[in-house]
């Protein structure tokens, strides 16, 4: 079993929909959880992060953690062609002061006009 | 702003040649790290540094080594390149308290 796990879809949904990108991690004991953007050919950016069960929002973006479940998610409201691109999943595993995190695969976004 | 600098966008060498691929951080992070992706294989750890001349390996080595001789550089050395060393290579920093930062990566091509 992957330590992170991601649909590579791609997924495809139209413009101005909700776009639901999902991950799943194996470390029970896993601290901050955090979302990348990679666009085509570009270096993955940090886009959201959350520590803590529930949801953060940040403008079109809500991630979502539940620790019970091993579960976190990525909520993208009113999606635009701008923001399709592979989203990566990354753990921290439990308590490690290096910072080194763990990414799943990704899962690529298409939204289409 | 954090700012990781790689030293090229592009670089194509020939197997056997050694390789140095640099990065700078601007940021006094005391973590770096090289990852090195390709399709379907998502991102891989090569090495990472918590510390001014420490390092420790990451999940794929073999083939590799690094220095960091100061805190703001890290490099990546490919000490007989191949053509399975054909990649992108994606050099990141951070501090214990903040998440990643990544540079714009190498396209490194081994002919």
């Known amino acids: 079993q992957k330590e992170v796990e991601q649909n590579s879809g791609p997924l495809s949904v139209p413009e101005g929909a909700i776009a639901s990108l999902n991950c799943t991690y194996s470390d029970r004991g896993s601290q901050s959880f955090f979302w990348y953007r990679q666009y085509s050919g570009k270096s993955p950016e940090l886009i959201m992060f959350?520590?803590?069960?529930g949801d953060k929002e940040d403008g079109r973006f809500t991630a979502q953690l539940n620790k019970a479940s091993q579960y976190v998610s990525l909520l993208i409201r009113d999606s635009q062609p701008s923001d399709s691109a592979t989203y990566l999943c990354a753990v921290k595993p439990r308590l490690d002061s290096s910072y080194k995190l763990i990414f799943g695969s990704g899962t690529r976004l298409l939204v289409r006009p | 702003d954090v700012k990781v600098t790689q030293s090229s966008r592009y670089l194509v060498k020939r197997t056997g040649e050694k390789v140095f691929l640099e990065c700078v951080q601007d940021?006094?992070?005391?973590?770096m790290f090289w990852y090195r992706q390709d399709p379907g294989l998502g991102l891989r750890l090569i090495y990472f540094s918590y510390d001014v001349k420490m390092k420790e390996k990451g999940d794929i080595p073999e083939g590799y080594s690094v220095s960091r001789e100061k805190k703001e550089r890290f490099s990546l050395i490919l000490e007989s390149a191949s053509t399975n060393q054909t990649s992108m290579y994606l050099c990141?920093?951070?501090?214990?308290?903040?998440?990643?930062?990544f540079g714009d990566g190498t396209r490194l091509s081994i002919l």
């Open positions: 959350i520590y803590s069960n």
């Open positions: 990141a920093s951070s501090t214990s308290l903040k998440p990643q930062h």
């Open positions: 940021m006094d992070h005391e973590n």
